[in-house]
Structures are given as structure tokens and as C-alpha cells.
């Protein structure tokens, strides 16, 4: 009987020294933001974007919204939406494209 309870009692030890380890565990470090997130990927692509706009600041900030919705901006001043199909298909309350 005694034999029983000390191996009981060791296997309970044990088990519970699982769960000790695991709550001392350190947490992971939280994973850095991608480039599409920083705020300057969106400034650099979207001044080459409205780089030949009219309104420029317009431009500007209809391409900084859509940048950060959709994480990209096609290249060049004009078209290449094909490269970015949620920039492409984003539109405004008159069912015209949203982004420049």
C-alpha cells in the first residue's frame, strides 16, 4: 500500500511540474509589422502614384486609404490596376473607382 501511494504521489508530482514549466513559459515576441503596414510603404508608392496628379492632394489621400486597405499600390502614374485587384475594385457611392 505504501508502495502504491509513493507512486501516486511521484507520478502527481511529476505531472504537476508540467503545468509549472509551462506558465513560467516566456511569450513569444509579437511579430513585427510587415512592410506593407508601415505608414512610409504607403507614402514612398503613393507620392510615385500622384507624382503627375492634378490634385495631388487628393490624389494623395485617396491612394493613402486604399494603400492601407488593400497593402498595395500598382506602379506607375496611371492603369497597371491588374496588379492590385483590391485597389482595382474598390469604388465609391457613385460606383466609380475609389482609388487613383
Known amino acids: 500500500m505504501k508502495l502504491l501511494f509513493a507512486t501516486l504521489l511521484f507520478i502527481s508530482l511529476v505531472f504537476s511540474s508540467s503545468f509549472v514549466q509551462l506558465s513560467f513559459a516566456t511569450p513569444a515576441a509579437p511579430p513585427s509589422p510587415s512592410p506593407a503596414s508601415a505608414p512610409s510603404f504607403c507614402d514612398s508608392k503613393c507620392g510615385e502614384r500622384c507624382f503627375k496628379a492634378g490634385l495631388k ?29 483590391c485597389y482595382r475594385d474598390k469604388l465609391n457611392s457613385k460606383h466609380q473607382p475609389k482609388c487613383p
Do not use: M
Not at 58 to 70: F, N
Open 57 to 85: 492632394d487628393r490624389c494623395l489621400k485617396y491612394c493613402g486609404i486604399c494603400c492601407r486597405e488593400c497593402k498595395c499600390v500598382p506602379s506607375g502614374t496611371y492603369g497597371n490596376k491588374s496588379e492590385c485587384p
